[in-house]
C-alpha cells in the first residue's frame, strides 16, 4: 500500500480511501469507475450547489464530486479536488465516510461506486463559495428543516437525487458519520 502525505487529515478508519485509484481498482476488478460526492457542513448546515442549466439534471441541487481521475494522488484527495474546483473551498479534514452505492453505467456494461466523503469545516464565519459557473449556478447553506422542506433562503431545493437528500438528512440528523453535526 502506498503511503501519500496529504494537505488534510482524516481519521484512521479512512484510510482504505487514501490509496492511488489504480491500487482501489486491483482491490475491485469489478469496478470500471468511482465517483466521490461530499456532504460539506458548517455550522449544522449543508452546503448545497445547483447544476448549471445546461448540465444533467439541470437546475437540481447536489453536493460538491465528481469522478476520481487516474492522476489523483488517492481517493480522498479526488474528493477535495472536487470541493475546490466547484466550490473554491479547501478540506482540511475529511470526518467519515457516510454512505457507498454501487450502481450500473446508463447503456453499457461499466459498474461504478460512488463514495460519500463527510467535510466538517471549522464553526466561524460562513465559507465564501465560488462556483465554475459552468457547472454550477448558485449554492446555499441549508439547515435540515429547509432540506425536509425543500426550500432554504427562498429557493427552492430539488435535489437531483433522491439517495444524496436522504444521505443529506441521515447526516444533518446525526445518524451517520458519529454524533450530531
Known amino acids: 500500500m502506498s503511503t501519500i502525505t496529504p494537505p488534510f487529515t482524516f481519521p484512521p478508519s479512512l484510510a482504505?480511501?487514501?490509496?492511488?485509484?489504480?491500487?482501489?481498482?486491483?482491490?475491485?476488478?469489478?469496478?470500471?469507475?468511482?465517483?466521490?460526492s461530499t456532504v460539506?457542513?458548517?455550522?449544522?448546515?449543508?452546503?448545497?450547489?445547483?447544476?448549471?442549466?445546461?448540465?444533467?439534471?439541470?437546475l437540481k441541487w447536489e453536493c460538491a464530486g465528481g469522478g476520481v481521475d487516474p492522476t489523483d494522488a488517492t481517493i480522498l484527495h479526488a474528493a477535495c479536488r472536487e470541493v475546490r474546483?466547484?466550490?473554491?473551498?479547501a478540506v482540511?479534514?475529511?470526518?467519515?465516510?457516510?454512505d457507498t452505492i454501487d450502481f450500473l453505467?446508463?447503456?453499457?456494461?461499466?459498474?461504478?461506486?460512488?463514495?460519500?466523503?463527510?467535510?466538517?469545516?471549522?464553526?466561524?464565519?460562513?465559507?465564501?463559495?465560488?462556483?465554475?459557473?459552468?457547472?454550477?449556478v448558485d449554492a446555499v447553506w441549508a439547515?435540515?428543516?429547509?432540506?425536509?422542506?425543500?426550500?432554504?433562503?427562498?429557493r427552492e431545493i430539488v435535489f437531483a437525487y433522491e439517495g444524496q437528500r436522504q444521505t443529506v438528512l441521515d447526516v444533518l440528523k446525526g445518524r451517520?458519520?458519529?454524533?450530531?453535526v
Open 16 to 36: 482504505p480511501y487514501s490509496i492511488p485509484p489504480t491500487e482501489y481498482f486491483s482491490a475491485h476488478p469489478a469496478l470500471t469507475g468511482i465517483v466521490v
Open 105 to 136: 453505467g446508463h447503456g453499457d456494461n461499466t459498474s461504478w461506486r460512488k463514495i460519500t466523503f463527510l467535510v466538517v469545516l471549522s464553526d466561524g464565519d460562513v465559507p465564501v463559495v465560488r462556483l465554475d459557473a459552468d457547472e454550477h
Open 92 to 98: 482540511t479534514h475529511v470526518a467519515d465516510v457516510v
Open 40 to 58: 460539506i457542513i458548517h455550522n449544522n448546515r449543508v452546503l448545497l450547489i445547483q447544476r448549471a442549466p445546461h448540465d444533467g439534471f439541470p
Open 176 to 180: 451517520m458519520g458519529g454524533e450530531k
Open 85 to 89: 474546483e466547484e466550490t473554491g473551498l
Open 143 to 154: 439547515a435540515e428543516g429547509d432540506v425536509l422542506e425543500g426550500k432554504a433562503e427562498g
